[in-house]
Each structure stands twice: as structure tokens, then as C-alpha cells.
């Protein structure tokens, strides 16, 4: 066939499917008064599928592969909500080396963490992965340019970054010399784990809620941590390039049933994944049904990645209450974390000249 | 000829004088004429949606104040000056004046409640938490200097504020008594004919009503009138118990306006990053200079 046709049948067939996937759900979806479909609620994110998936592994789960991971989970979970011996000896000083929070002096236990317990189902398959294209499940190799850009800025953590609960004790020269050397999360400036994003990721390590209150002019998305209000202007023009935005500037529209939110002028302060503020965001979100929504999203930064880059994964709906997530406020850490840097260095010196 | 010019000017007195009394008996804010009737969302409700911010001097001084040189003041030889740590700014910090939004003029402190005022007010560089861009609580964060927008739907009321932002999601349904105290409290919201009633509760006590240092206890309970008045007016009134700080309950009122500006919207302002010099600087390993 000629290829011309073979891509004029393959949009007709992908149209049919469309259409079809748009009138089986027309009915069931709840919807706004001005016919859109609604997306308002409260959804937990928290869930096992991570971004990527191994190399040459598959993009839906077998079921047997779903249960294990999933089974796996729970043993942890149940593990560390099991109460401590009360005789249990000091944890070494410096911590034990092992990775990990509970490897170290420890941080928090698991009462304080809700990490998810099951992988996303996407028409209604476990997925292995957030990312669908490319097809398996990697991240795009990013340019020559961007990689030695990523190691010049070694020392500046970017909007993915943990708080390094997996690095016991240190994190290269100079991670403790300036409050703008810790990561975003650390500062309360945003959540970790690009959970607010755009994109929106789950943190796989708690506060994962997120809500959409929607209006005809504005659509708010609301990320827990750290109480990050996103407002969606619908059918607005962006910002001038020179006004950038933590989260970016976002403006929507509707392309049929499915909001597409579409996201420019981010600052140089957040650098998803070693992006530049150029980063463009498209997200789509798609109402299933009326307990959840289908989240796209597609990351594109052509001085970053050699291609652009698709996941999709399925928020669903909770009951639970969303709670005031203020951080900066009793930020005692972050002023204790660099003078405890301070006094290491002082006492450390003082060795030094003692030594001599 | 000239008795034509002295009716004149008797008229012109007049007219003055009627538009200054007619000032006077201008309702305040929340004892609007009800004939207005504000647009409706899809539900039949009030529209209160839009981007909407305060046109006073609230947030310098929630009672009625004569304009002052400075936030924070120190002695000088023939009066208060301002204080050294403020002193650059010269105009730029000083205090504008204002007629005030507490209704009947003072706010009824306990004596213990008013010396702890007059002793943040003293303090009121290391107290305000808005120095130190702190969540600014409510009623506060609907006077500060800033716009804020109220997304209403038939399912829900939500405030984004861009100063710190600061949210409320404004549940319609009561869960019942919050569980933990917080910085903007916990709101329920149900709608009263043209106004959207709001009672919020569940405060800690670090929030303030101003910069003057008027505070209250983890005890206050705020009950908050929305009412549209006007196409580009919303009547806003909040009425104060807190038994711990204060003798009776007292109440606030004032237009907010709607940012008529075709771009009108939020911005970024996450002031945690502008003062993370002021909180951490010292702990720099190279401190900056302080002078």
C-alpha cells in the first residue's frame, strides 16, 4: 500500500476508535452545565508504576507480575507498622550505611509514609510504566549539549529531586554551603518528586492528593504539597516570554471531551529532569468514568531530549480530606541542616589543628 | 448679577455639602441595597467567581490610624522615628494612613490581650508573620495588597490567594470539627439568599490581622459574609469571636473589587525563596554582609 494511504486508513481507523471510546463514555461521565465533561474531585496519586519500566520489559503487567509487586508492598507496609522492641540498641552513629532512611539515623517511619500500595490500571490493564512513548518506556537519551549542561549544574536540584533520603549523609562538595544548594522540597518551595509539576507525578513517598475545581474561565489544580494552586486560564494566550512561573503558565482549551492544558514560561529553577525553562508541557485530561480521570502528559524540550516524550496514568477519586500542607512555616530543619553544616566544619577544623 | 453669582455659590456649597453627607451615609460595605442581583453560576447561585483584591490600607492597620514614618519604630528626640533595621527605606516604609475597616472604631481587646498588642507592635519586625512570609490566616488574607480568586462551582468553592499561595478549599458539605489547628483554618461554606456564608475555624495562633500586631487565639472563629453588590463589587464582612482575646465578638467590613484589567491574574509571588536570606543567610558558609 502506498503510504500516503496506509496513514489516511490508519487515521480513519484511529477516528472510528476515538468516536466510539467518546460515545460509550458520553452517557456515563458526569458533566458541567456547559456540557463539559466534569473533572472535579480529590484524587490519590500515590501508586506503584513507576515512570520508566526496565528496558525490553512490557508495558502492561501480567497479572501475576501485578500481584507480586503488589504483594510485596504490603509486606512492607505491614513490616514497618510492626511496633518496635522497646530494648532495641541506638542506631550506629552515622547510621548503619545502608540506603535508605531507616539505613541511616532514620527519618521517618511508615506510619508517616503513603507511598501507594497498587499499580495504575489503564483500560483496566496494570501498567509497568507512566511512560507510553516512547514505546519501551525510557526516558529519550538526552542531547550532548543537555548532558554537559546536567553536570555543570550538578549542585542544583531540580523539581524530581527527593530530599536525598536515599544518600546517608552527604551529597557532594558544597550541598550544605547555601539554602539554594537543598532541594526544592527541603526549602518548602515546592513538592518533591515533580508532584505538582507539570507534569504531575506521583512522589511514591506521601501526600499525593491532588483537586480540580473547574469554572467555565479557569480550572484549578490543586497539588497537597506544598498547598501549589495551578491555575488553568482556559482559552487565554500565554505570557509574554520574559514572566516565567514556578509551575509554568498554563492555558487550556477543550479538544472535544478531553481538557488540554498546555504549559510554557517556566523559570530556570525547576529544570525537570535537567530541562531548560524552555520546556513545553501538554497535558490532557480525559474523565473515564465517574470515580477517575485519565491524565496524559507530554514533555518536549528539544535542547534536552532528542525526541519528545508521552505517560499516561489513571488519578482516581478518594473521599479523603485534603489538609493544609504548610511547610515553610515550621521549617526548623532547613536553618538547622546548614548550621549543623556550620559546626561540623568548625569542628572538623578544630581536629585538624589538634592533630598537628 | 452679583446676587446670581451668591446663589451659585450657595449652590455649589450646597451640592458640595450634600455629596460630603452623602458620603457619610454611604452603607458600608455589607449593608448594600439589596436590589441589586448579581449574576448567576449554572446552579442558580451568585457568581462569585473572578479575581478580586481590597482597595485599603487593612493590612498596614485593621483599625482606623493616622499615617506613621515607619512599620517600626524607635525614640527620637521630638517624637518616633524610624527604626534602624527600616531606616533605608525612608518613605518608600513608611505607614500610609487609613480610615479603617473594624466596625465601631476599636477592637475590644482583654487589658491582657491589648498590652500583648502593644507589646507586637513594639516587637513587630521579629513577630509578623508576614515578614517571614507566613501563610497569612484569615480574615487577613482577603485585605492583603494583593489579588486573589474565588473559583466557584456547584460543587465547589475554592480561594487561591497570590500572596504566599495561600488556598482554602471552602467545603460545602461539614465534615465536622477540624482535626488539627492550621495556618488558614478549615472553612465551611452554605449560601444565605444572595450571600455565601462562610464559618471558619480550626485556626492556630500564629496568624495576625495585620501588621500592627492585632492577633488572637487558637480559640477565634470567623464567620464571613460574601455578597455581591455591584458587577465589579463584592461586600465582604467578618465577624470575630475569640472569647480568649477579646470581650464581645466585633466585626470588619469592606468592598473588595474585581481587577478589571483584561489580563487580570495570578501571579507568582512565593515569598519563601525572598526571605530565605533573612532566615538562613547566617548560616551560609560564606555569610553575605549584614550592613
Known amino acids: 500500500m502506498d503510504k500516503k494511504y496506509r496513514f489516511v486508513a490508519a487515521a480513519i481507523v484511529a477516528s472510528f476508535a476515538a468516536a466510539s471510546l467518546a460515545a460509550q463514555s458520553k452517557s456515563s461521565i458526569p458533566r458541567t452545565k456547559d456540557g463539559h465533561p466534569d473533572l472535579q474531585g480529590t484524587y490519590d496519586l500515590a501508586m506503584l508504576t513507576p515512570v520508566e519500566r526496565a528496558a525490553g520489559s512490557p508495558l502492561v503487567l501480567t497479572d501475576e507480575d501485578a500481584k507480586k509487586g503488589e504483594r510485596q508492598a504490603l509486606a512492607r507496609k505491614v513490616s514497618g507498622d510492626a511496633p518496635l522492641k522497646g530494648d532495641r540498641p541506638a542506631p550506629p552513629v552515622g547510621g548503619d550505611g545502608s540506603a535508605g532512611p531507616a539505613g541511616n539515623v532514620g527519618g521517618y517511619n511508615s506510619f508517616w509514609i503513603d507511598a501507594g500500595s497498587q499499580y495504575t490500571v489503564v483500560d483496566g490493564r496494570k501498567r509497568a510504566s507512566l511512560l507510553i512513548d516512547p514505546p519501551d518506556g525510557r526516558v529519550p537519551q538526552m542531547t550532548p549539549d543537555a548532558r554537559q549542561r546536567v553536570a555543570r549544574n550538578v549542585n542544583r536540584p531540580t523539581s524530581d529531586q527527593t530530599a536525598r533520603e536515599d544518600d546517608p549523609g552527604f551529597e557532594g562538595n558544597g550541598a550544605y554551603d547555601d539554602p539554594e544548594r537543598r532541594p526544592l522540597g527541603e526549602r518548602c518551595l515546592m513538592g518533591f518528586g515533580s508532584t505538582s509539576g507539570p507534569p504531575v507525578l506521583p512522589n511514591y513517598f506521601y501526600n499525593n492528593l491532588h483537586q480540580i475545581v473547574q469554572t467555565p474561565d479557569s480550572i484549578v489544580i490543586l497539588t497537597e504539597m506544598v498547598h501549589d494552586a495551578r491555575v488553568v486560564r482556559m482559552n487565554a494566550e500565554h505570557l509574554p516570554p520574559a514572566v516565567r512561573k514556578w509551575m509554568g503558565d498554563s492555558v487550556g482549551r477543550w479538544d472535544g471531551d478531553t481538557l488540554v492544558v498546555d ?33 496524559r502528559f507530554t514533555v518536549e524540550d528539544p535542547a534536552t531530549w532528542t525526541r519528545p516524550w508521552t505517560g499516561e496514568y489513571t488519578w482516581p477519586a478518594t473521599d479523603e480530606l485534603l489538609y493544609e500542607y504548610a511547610c515553610h512555616e515550621g521549617n526548623y530543619a532547613m536553618g538547622n541542616i546548614l548550621r549543623g553544616a556550620r559546626l561540623k566544619e568548625a569542628d572538623d577544623a578544630k581536629k585538624k589543628t589538634g592533630g598537628n | 448679577m452679583e446676587k446670581s453669582v451668591k446663589g451659585l455659590m450657595i449652590a455649589i456649597v450646597a451640592a458640595a455639602g450634600g455629596a460630603f453627607a452623602g458620603a457619610w451615609a454611604t452603607p458600608m460595605a455589607g449593608q448594600a441595597p439589596a436590589a441589586y442581583r448579581a449574576p448567576r453560576t449554572a446552579d442558580g447561585k451568585p ?92 480574615p487577613r488574607a482577603n485585605y492583603m495588597p494583593q489579588p486573589f480568586q474565588i473559583l466557584q462551582s456547584p460543587s465547589a468553592v475554592f480561594f487561591a490567594y497570590q500572596y504566599a499561595g495561600a488556598v482554602r478549599n471552602i467545603y460545602l458539605k461539614d465534615p465536622g470539627p477540624a482535626p488539627v489547628d492550621s495556618w488558614m483554618g478549615q472553612s465551611v461554606g452554605r449560601w444565605e439568599g444572595e450571600t455565601f456564608v462562610i464559618e471558619a475555624s480550626g485556626f492556630n495562633d500564629s496568624t495576625w490581622f495585620d501588621r500592627s500586631g492585632n492577633f488572637h487565639s487558637d480559640q477565634m472563629k470567623v464567620v464571613e459574609r460574601w455578597t455581591r453588590t455591584g458587577a465589579d463589587v463584592l461586600s465582604y464582612e467578618a465577624t470575630i469571636t475569640d472569647p480568649e482575646t477579646f470581650t464581645r465578638p466585633w466585626k470588619i467590613s469592606m468592598p473588595l473589587y474585581r481587577r478589571l484589567e483584561k489580563n487580570a491574574q495570578l501571579m507568582d509571588f512565593k515569598c519563601v525563596e525572598f526571605v530565605e536570606e533573612l532566615l538562613y543567610g547566617a548560616y551560609r558558609k560564606k555569610p553575605l554582609s549584614r550592613e
Open chain 1, 263 to 295: 504549559t510554557t514560561n517556566f523559570t530556570d529553577k525547576t529544570r525537570f529532569r535537567g530541562s531548560t525553562q524552555n520546556l513545553h508541557m501538554v497535558e490532557r485530561f480525559t474523565r473515564v468514568d465517574a470515580k477517575s480521570v485519565l491524565y
Open chain 2, 47 to 138: 457568581d462569585l467567581n473572578g479575581i478580586w483584591q481590597a482597595n485599603n490600607e487593612a493590612n498596614y492597620d485593621i483599625e482606623m490610624h493616622m499615617a506613621r514614618p515607619a512599620l517600626a519604630l524607635r525614640p527620637g528626640p521630638y517624637g518616633p522615628v524610624a527604626a534602624a533595621p527600616v531606616l533605608a527605606l525612608g518613605a518608600v516604609g513608611s505607614v500610609p494612613p487609613g480610615v479603617g475597616i473594624v466596625e465601631g472604631g476599636a477592637i475590644p481587646y482583654k487589658p491582657e490581650a491589648l498590652a500583648k498588642r502593644k507589646e507586637n507592635l513594639d516587637k513587630w519586625l521579629d513577630r509578623d508573620p508576614e515578614v517571614k512570609c507566613y501563610l497569612p490566616g484569615v
